[in-house]
């Protein structure tokens, strides 16, 4: 006994636009490989830019600081000179036992150990382990051993922190 199941157009069509939507949603049928071509294992992803080394030195960082931050370039000088003011209650850096420097991420109450990451582009950022230049690290401004200026790289961080300035305090006498 043989069964010949015939559908009309419409149900192919309703078939095809199913097997259509199931492929949008996630669903996937399996690839065949007929050999002699490439695999389908995607390439190694290239080293991480947080294997390049920055061009400061955690060590660079460890001290007392004045501290504050600007929105307007127009007020950088000013905002340095203010933060040099606020070493009667200082911005302490500390060395991170694992190397890096205890400072605060952005609206975190406690601080973390930090690192220093070089990029491929030149920048430097302060941020956790992993790759450099994501949201939840700082990229150095500039830094002349005095002077510390960063930025969060997350936009909406960026805004609210806006420039930040450390200006380092005078060693105790």
């Given at each position: 006994?043989?069964?010949?199941?015939?559908?009309?157009?419409?149900?192919?069509?309703?078939?095809?636009?199913?097997?259509?939507?199931?492929?949008?949603?996630?669903?996937?049928?399996?690839?065949?490989?007929?050999?002699?071509?490439?695999?389908?294992?995607?390439?190694?992803?290239?080293?991480?830019?947080?294997?390049?080394?920055?061009?400061?030195?955690?060590?660079?960082?460890?001290?007392?600081?004045?501290?504050?931050?600007?929105?307007?370039?127009?007020?950088?000088?000013?905002?340095?000179?203010?933060?040099?003011?606020?070493?009667?209650?200082?911005?302490?850096?500390?060395?991170?036992?694992?190397?890096?420097?205890?400072?605060?991420?952005?609206?975190?109450?406690?601080?973390?150990?930090?690192?220093?990451?070089g990029s491929p582009s030149g920048k430097n950022y302060i941020g956790?382990?992993?790759?450099?230049?994501?949201g939840q690290d700082r990229e150095i401004i500039s830094f002349d051993?005095?002077?510390?200026?960063?930025?969060?790289?997350?936009?909406?961080?960026?805004?609210?922190?806006?420039?930040?300035?450390?200006v380092r305090c005078a060693a105790r006498a």
């Amino acid at each position: 006994m043989r069964h010949d199941f015939k559908l009309p157009i419409s149900s192919l069509s309703v078939l095809a636009a199913g097997l259509l939507l199931a492929g949008c949603s996630g669903f996937s049928l399996p690839s065949f490989n007929m050999g002699g071509g490439s695999s389908d294992t995607p390439p190694p992803p290239p080293p991480s830019a947080s294997a390049m080394p920055s061009k400061y030195a955690a060590e660079e960082l460890v001290g007392r600081w004045g501290f504050t931050s600007y929105q307007k370039e127009a007020d950088r000088a000013r905002t340095i000179n203010t933060a040099r003011g606020l070493c009667k209650t200082p911005y302490v850096i500390a060395k991170g036992p694992g190397g890096g420097v205890m400072m605060h991420l952005a609206d975190e109450r406690q601080p973390s150990e930090l690192r220093l990451k070089g990029s491929p582009s030149g920048k430097n950022y302060i941020g956790p382990d992993g790759e450099a230049g994501v949201g939840q690290d700082r990229e150095i401004i500039s830094f002349d051993g005095r002077v510390l200026v960063t930025r969060y790289v997350d936009p909406d961080a960026a805004n609210r922190y806006g420039n930040m300035v450390y200006v380092r305090c005078a060693a105790r006498a």
